[in-house]
């Protein structure tokens, strides 16, 4: 009787063995990659706006506080868009006959709001609220990366919920004291892990990581 | 089946028959047409429709299919979102906090003490104002949720 399998065979059927494995193994690393990747977050990308409002310009070069525009931040869930009379404060004075300023030169004389682009977008089944956050230690930067080097806002961070996570665990590697709230490029004056705990007891920082939380 | 069989018909039938006859039915017993169609559809067995495994198999196929992949629809990017803020922000007003409004509405001529909650002009809710003297708090149950769709189309009026 002639052999019916080659002796290749055997080294084909341990190929399609691990093939298989590893094949189903990358499938689900990819899907992880993918889901974490600033293609699905959006992290890292620029979104065209009525204006190109800079943040760069207004947070660095003038030193206008964080405050100054969204003026909820420290009392409401929402931080707060500036109306365009915020804008016109100043700008009916400074280039006040720039082109690039004509949306908003517009809206204040056409009484019609501006349409911004969101760019950091939780999903609606989340809650969040900027003002607890504020008062318990969590600086502007923390979330929102550099803002004062952006010439055009953009998503820093994943805003996944691992990413909310890794400080509702851990709060005291992020916290920083209620002073320095809106400061760019922020340093502890002592190491994180020594003032870190202090602030955690001092503000009464829990941990909240119950899913109602959130998720309410 | 409505149809009254032919007597006499089944009398002609049965004529020339001899020894033991059974029938379930005297349409059974006059095989018409239409009474065959009828038992060709009535019993699944028999069904014409159950005769053609490919067609309902390959629908299965495809339900399945398409359950499967119901779930891929989640995976997708946020779609984009806007931000449209005020042009004169009126002074009262805290963006994402609720501002509420106590003022009264008439209900059988009597003016009933509401608190009203309203997000950015928008009544949501109607209560009854606990510190009106007539009614502390009390409202009707019956006309709260109609004048709050009432207030609400008057808004889209405009």
């Known amino acids: 009787m002639p052999q019916i399998f080659r002796r ?14 590893s094949l189903v193994g990358g499938l689900i690393l990819l899907a992880m990659v993918l889901g974490r990747s600033a293609y699905v977050t959006r992290a890292n990308e620029y979104i065209e706006q009525p204006i190109q409002f800079s943040h760069l310009h207004h947070v660095t070069d003038d030193g206008i506080d964080c405050r100054y525009c969204h003026t909820s931040v420290e009392t409401s869930p929402f931080a707060g868009i500036p109306p365009t009379k915020t804008c016109m404060n100043c700008h009916s004075q400074l280039f006040a006959t720039e082109p690039i300023l004509e949306p ?16 950091h977008d939780l999903p609606d089944f989340v809650y969040f609220n900027h003002s607890i956050h504020v008062k318990k230690g969590m600086g502007c930067e923390t979330c929102h990366g550099r803002v004062d080097q952006m010439p055009l806002m953009q998503q820093v961070n994943t805003l996944q ?24 490029g922020y340093r502890p004056p002592v190491p994180q892990s020594v003032i870190g705990p202090q602030l955690v007891k001092e503000y009464g920082i829990n941990s909240l990581t119950s899913c109602s939380v959130c998720h309410r | 089946m409505n149809q009254r069989p032919d007597i006499e018909a089944l009398r002609a039938r049965l004529d020339g028959t001899r020894g033991r006859e059974y029938w379930r039915s005297l349409e059974a017993l006059s ?16 069904a014409s429709e159950w005769l053609d495994p490919v067609g309902r198999r390959g629908f299965l196929k495809l339900m399945s299919a398409s359950l ?8 997708t990017r946020q779609p984009p979102e806007e931000l449209v803020p005020y042009v004169r922000q009126p002074e009262e007003i805290v963006p994402g906090k609720p501002l509420f409004y106590a003022t ?14 309203s997000h950015e002009g928008r009544p949501t809710k109607i209560e009854g104002n606990p510190d009106h003297p007539s009614s502390r708090g009390a409202t009707d149950l019956s006309r709260r949720r109609p004048s709050l769709a009432s207030t609400t189309r008057t808004a889209r009026r405009r």
């Open chain 1, 8 to 21: 290749s065979a055997n080294t084909l059927s341990k190929v399609s063995l691990f093939g298989v494995l």
């Open chain 1, 104 to 119: 908003v030169r517009a809206s204040f004389r056409d009484d019609k709001p501006l349409h911004w682009v969101r760019v």
């Open chain 1, 161 to 184: 919920m691992e990413w909310c996570l890794n400080c509702h665990r851990n709060p005291e590697n992020y916290v920083r004291p209620r002073s320095e709230i809106t400061t760019m």
């Open chain 2, 31 to 46: 095989g018409t047409p239409e009474f065959k169609e009828f038992l060709h559809r009535e019993f699944p067995q028999n």
């Open chain 2, 68 to 75: 499967a992949l119901a779930g891929v629809s989640a995976c």
């Open chain 2, 104 to 117: 009264a509405m008439p209900m059988n001529g009597v003016g009933m003490g509401i608190l009203v909650e």
